[in-house]
């Protein structure tokens, strides 16, 4: 089976920084998106970022400038820099994967994993 596991959430004052990793573990092929998503209290769940096999990345405007999305593919992670953070940003954020996997090639699917989530408090 295909995990996904977050880590480096927890609570900053505003205007500090954070780096969220997510590191992707099991019968992997390939992976060709990784992103982050969150959901704050009483919203939807929303895209931040994600950075596709060619290294591409897209942002939610309300973090452009401020975040950055990086990926190591030996290491099967992916990283999101947040600066400046603001209240508005509190929120779970969880990390996905469009990735291949399977314990043989000829068994191996195209599927979407998500992590568990990690809280993020931006507070004074």
């Known amino acids: 089976q295909v995990q996904l596991v977050e880590s480096g959430g927890g609570l900053v004052q505003p205007g500090g920084s954070l780096r969220l990793s997510c590191a992707a573990s099991?019968?992997?092929?390939?992976?060709?998106?990784m992103g982050w998503y969150r959901q704050a209290p009483g919203k939807q769940r929303e895209l931040v970022a994600v950075?596709?096999?060619?290294?591409?990345?897209n942002y939610a405007d309300s973090v452009k400038g401020r975040f950055t999305i990086a990926r190591d593919n030996a290491k099967n992670t992916w990283y999101l820099q947040m600066n400046t953070l603001n209240p508005e940003d509190t929120a779970v954020y969880y990390c996905?994967?469009?990735?291949?996997?399977?314990?043989?090639?000829?068994?191996?699917?195209?599927?979407?994993?998500w992590g568990q989530g990690t809280q993020v408090t931006v507070s004074s």
């Open positions: 099991g019968s992997i092929f390939s992976i060709n998106n």
């Open positions: 996905n994967a469009d990735l291949f996997a399977g314990r043989t090639w000829w068994s191996k699917t195209r599927n979407v994993y």
């Open positions: 950075v596709t096999s060619g290294g591409e990345q």
